[in-house]
């Protein structure tokens, strides 16, 4: 096959998976917005074509599309925040429509969230403390705020999902309660209206 962009971005899902899991992307030269354009039309794909799959299809799929978010990611498309989000923003499409499966990174809520902790620029009872007053905050410090608002906003979309007993599970939806209930009430509360 070839590794021409435009060619590339006109195969359907099944030719962009198999495209995706050769060797050629490994080749590939293109900028970080052709890869974002890849990695874009593959999560379209994936959340509109996604609930269709079979079963033994989504390992394929979940692998392509991690391809497709590292090239991204390396080619400077996206920054390591953004693929967080990207990533936790398609697995909650992708499990609203597929369900979830653990044996399937694409399909399992908790790997999603398991790149949160790197990228977080606040920690909880920070954002908790700050929030009442965020709109006096200095500009840095309201960005870093808003940017942890944005990733708990993305997580939150998998709250439902995380259904599990298990302890680690329990926190995490409890600290998502905590930034709805303490952080995010306040930004929307505190928003100019349009």
Do not use: C
């Not at 925040?81 to 399909?107: F, I, K, M, N, Y």
């Not at 997580?155 to 303490?182: C, F, K």
């Amino acid at each position: 096959m070839t590794a021409d962009w435009k060619q590339v971005t006109r195969l359907d899902l099944s030719g962009l998976v198999t495209w995706l899991r050769s060797t050629e992307p490994e080749h590939v030269r293109w900028t970080g917005n052709e890869w974002l354009g890849v990695l874009e039309l593959l999560t379209a794909y994936l959340t509109d074509q996604g609930a269709e799959a079979p079963a033994p299809d989504w390992p394929a799929l979940s692998a392509a599309y991690d391809v497709a978010l590292e090239r991204a990611r390396a080619a400077d498309g996206i920054d390591e925040r953004e693929a967080v989000v990207r990533r936790l923003l398609v697995t909650a499409a992708v499990v609203d429509r597929a369900h979830h499966d653990p044996s399937v990174p694409l399909r399992d809520p908790r790997f999603a969230l398991a790149g949160l902790p790197a990228v977080m620029p606040m920690s909880t009872p920070e954002a908790v403390e700050v929030a009442p007053r965020w709109r006096e905050l200095a500009p840095d410090e309201m960005r870093r705020l808003l940017r942890a608002a944005g990733l708990v906003t993305a997580a939150g979309a998998l709250a439902p999902h995380l259904t599990d007993a298990d302890p680690a599970t329990r926190a995490l939806v409890a600290e998502l309660e905590t930034w709805e209930r303490n952080v995010l009430t306040h930004l929307r509360s505190g928003r100019p209206s349009a």
